[in-house]
């Protein structure tokens, strides 16, 4: 899942429960919107990424590094006190969020299209709220 500063997921990926997350990384940045904010041609990719354990693979730094995004991602067989937890709640928090929907908590659907086309409700209702607080 990508999820913008703010806090509201902006792209979403659904794999097997047998498959690695890592396989997933670069398809998922490729899906990433564009980041607008100042004049101009808006950017085609992030700044920074920020990533825990799980996708600490030399391969995915190396591929992240020639897109020109900077890299946080938590080194394995390190200290849990990285410093990655101040950014990486946000995600966390988005995952709560649509934990609060539980058919998505609980994955009842056996096709993938139906649980994927739920997956982007939620994350539409989840913006739509932010939008209404916001305002």
């Known amino acids: ?71 946080k991602i938590a080194r394995r067989g390190t200290p849990h006190d990285s410093g990655l937890g101040k950014t990486r709640w946000v995600v966390e928090r988005a995952f709560a969020w649509i934990h609060q929907f539980k058919r998505l908590r609980i994955r009842y659907e056996i096709r993938a299209d139906t649980h994927q086309t739920l997956l982007e409700l939620a994350c539409s209702v989840i913006c739509l709220r932010r939008l209404r607080t916001a305002f």
């Open 1 to 71: 899942m990508i999820v913008d500063r703010h806090g509201t997921p902006s792209a979403v990926s659904l794999t097997a429960g047998n498959q690695h997350d890592a396989t997933q990384l670069m398809p998922l940045l490729g899906a990433a919107p564009r980041v607008s904010g100042r004049r101009g041609r808006p950017r085609h990719r992030p700044k920074r990424l920020f990533a825990d354990r799980g996708y600490d693979l030399d391969k995915y730094r190396r591929l992240i590094r020639k897109r020109g995004i900077a890299l």
